[in-house]
């Protein structure tokens, strides 16, 4: 693995990202992340996790955090929270300790950061939100063979807890589900009334075809603004798209810039005009070591947004998920137009980015 590493930073890598929440990441121990870690930082390179815990599925947000920064101290690189929150109503309010942590261990020196998307709902998968890791192990065949021979009990059991963690079944919406589009939209909860069954026996049915993705309602507002005001955070989409008719995913996919810039900064004013887009541009720019990018200025790579601040507004929605920004007047992408007046020009300019080491 320490050769994988070394061979993908060699080739051009900005560094090693792990996904600990998820099977099978979340099987690795920290020692054994802390000894890969080491390799990207002697060429380096910059460490990103999604934490191992955003709520208190295992370990819990607060120490999912301290072993992103012990990660950072032992090995010596560069670290960032993917993608920062408290996770569900018993954890609202412990991004006061998320912030305490991440300010005492950049005031010993540690380079820190976090990024953040700025929704009360959260996006993942039937699967990951409510099955225990456990049952993951070996594969979806062992996983089905659990859920139905002697464990099946104890994992209805976990899945129901699960639910509760998240705040119940009307808060888990279905985004994706390849067998059946129309459930997607629909709450577990509204589901399993009409289908006159118990959430946990949905759940094991949906399953059984497919992992369904979902959007889950379970952030409280009071934490995405603390996050959001610290001047290490990042801005991110963590974002994916469908192909038309198929799917509703989470709207950050096509509105989370737009959607901080007009909520956060003109609306609301939790954050000014200028401190939200140096979380665009420079600061990631400066954490994933990008020369020339994310600033204007004479001989820098002309990658520019052009938007009106006072017309910029995210459109998409979590029934309507997939609409574009308004308020955006053109984009350049390494010095060609990309988009201008609401339309893509079809000029495919992007390239490669090596980092500056």
């Not at 693995?1 to 080739?11: S, Y």
């Not at 051009?12 to 099978?24: D, H, K, Q, V």
């Not at 460490?47 to 191992?52: I, L, W």
């Not at 963590?238 to 989370?256: F, M, S, V, W």
Request: glycine share 8%; aromatic share 6%; hydrophobic share 45%.
């Amino acid at each position: 693995m320490e050769h994988l590493v070394d061979d993908g930073m060699k080739a051009g890598g900005l560094g090693l990202s792990t996904g600990l929440y998820y099977a099978p990441g979340s099987f690795a121990k920290t020692d054994e992340i802390v000894a890969l870690a080491k390799v990207a930082a002697r060429s380096g390179g910059v460490y990103s996790s999604h934490v191992r815990d955003e709520a208190d599925y295992s370990i819990g947000v607060v120490a999912a955090v301290d072993e992103v920064i012990r990660i950072a101290e032992d090995a010596r690189i560069r670290a960032v929270v993917s993608h920062m929150k408290a996770l569900g109503p018993a954890n609202w309010g412990k991004s006061v300790q998320l912030v305490e942590h991440i300010e005492r261990a950049r005031g010993k020196g540690l380079d820190v950061f976090a990024d953040q998307y700025a929704y009360e709902a959260s996006g993942t998968s039937v699967v990951a939100a409510l099955l225990p890791r456990w049952a993951e192990a070996g594969g979806r065949t062992a996983m089905l063979q659990r859920v139905d021979g002697t464990e099946g009990p104890r994992l209805r059991a976990a899945i129901a807890e699960n639910m509760a963690r998240r705040g119940g079944a009307d808060t888990l919406v279905v985004s994706d589900y390849a067998p059946d589009h129309s459930l997607e939209g629909q709450s577990l909860a509204a589901i399993a009334a009409a289908r006159s069954m118990l959430p946990v026996d949905l759940v094991v049915s949906l399953i059984h075809r497919a992992d369904a993705a979902l959007v889950s309602f379970n952030m409280a507002d009071d934490d995405i603004v603390r996050i959001m005001r610290q001047p290490w955070t990042m801005t991110c989409s963590d974002g994916e798209l469908t192909p038309p008719g198929q799917g509703k995913p989470h709207p950050r996919g096509c509105g989370a810039f737009a959607r901080k810039l007009a909520v956060y900064v003109r609306d609301r004013h939790v954050i000014d005009l200028p401190e939200a887009v140096r979380s665009m541009t420079s600061l990631p720019a400066a954490v994933f070591g990008l020369r020339d990018r994310g600033v204007i200025r004479p001989a820098a790579i002309a990658d520019v947004v052009v938007f009106d601040p006072a017309r910029v507004q995210d459109r998409a929605t979590y029934l309507d998920p997939q609409q574009p920004a308004a308020g955006v007047t053109a984009v350049l992408v390494n010095g060609v137009l990309a988009f201008e007046d609401g339309i893509a020009t079809s000029v495919r300019a992007g390239q490669f980015v090596r980092p500056e080491r």
